[in-house]
């Protein structure tokens, strides 16, 4: 079946420095979709990508669908505290949808 | 509603017991999703709702589980004879589009605690 690896499960950095978590699937994807989750809290959709080599910004965030689409990454230039939490990717397929494990972000200041 | 409604947000039950949990959706959303979370886990896929029916119930752990949705609206999650194992934030998501393509709107979860 569908399976979704993203790496590292954690990363822990400066505040200022760079981010980034990449998600990998076996199989290819029609879209993949980002998600935060603030610790304590509940997942929340951040972003969606559908088209091969789609390239997204939301202000310090970047997000990439690989050619292949079956690759993504999602990347955060100079991290801040609010960044801190667990950034999971989602790949969908055929009505499969497959939530990677998540990536623990976390920040100091 | 504004946001995606789940009840109660903490369960506390014996082992053996069966508990219901509900989902509101935000109104208009024709797709529902059941996630589970265990502690410091990923999101566990459980089952998906397009109007009242069910296309994916793959994600259903046992036959214990079961979920059903009625006027395309409120959904609820059973768990018969519930075990330790099955202690997890159960979350729920809506979203307005046709198709599982994500982009859902979570709930707070419940937080269901098997002692």
């Known amino acids: 079946g569908q399976q979704v690896m993203q790496i590292p499960q954690y990363q822990h950095v400066q505040e200022g420095e760079d981010f980034t978590t990449y998600c990998n699937s076996s199989?290819?994807?029609?879209?993949i979709q980002w998600y935060k989750q603030r610790p304590g809290g509940h997942p929340v959709f951040l972003i969606q990508l559908v088209k091969s080599g789609e390239v997204k910004k939301q202000k310090r965030l970047t997000f990439q669908f690989g050619e292949a689409k079956k690759n993504s990454s999602l990347h955060i230039t100079a991290t801040q505290t609010t960044d801190v939490g667990t950034y999971f990717c989602?790949?969908?397929?055929?009505?499969?949808?497959?939530f990677g494990k998540g990536t623990l972000l976390t920040v100091n200041p | 509603g504004a946001g995606v409604s789940q009840s109660p947000s903490n369960k506390v039950t014996e082992k053996g017991k069966d508990v219901e949990l509900r989902c509101d959706p935000i109104s208009g959303h024709t797709a529902l999703y059941w996630y589970r979370q265990s502690l410091g886990q990923g999101l566990e896929f459980l089952i998906y709702?397009?109007?009242?029916?069910?296309?994916?119930k793959s994600g259903l752990p046992s036959d214990r589980f079961s979920a059903e949705r009625t006027g395309g609206s409120v959904s609820t999650l059973t768990i018969q004879r519930t075990q330790q194992e099955d202690s997890a934030v159960y979350l729920c998501?809506?979203?307005?589009?046709?198709?599982?393509?994500?982009?859902?709107?979570f709930g707070s979860g419940t937080r269901l605690t098997v002692v």
């Open positions: 998501a809506s979203s307005p589009y046709a198709q599982p393509e994500g982009g859902y709107t």
């Open positions: 709702f397009q109007g009242n029916s069910a296309p994916d």
């Open positions: 199989t290819t994807l029609s879209n």
């Open positions: 989602e790949g969908g397929s055929n009505y499969k949808l497959t």
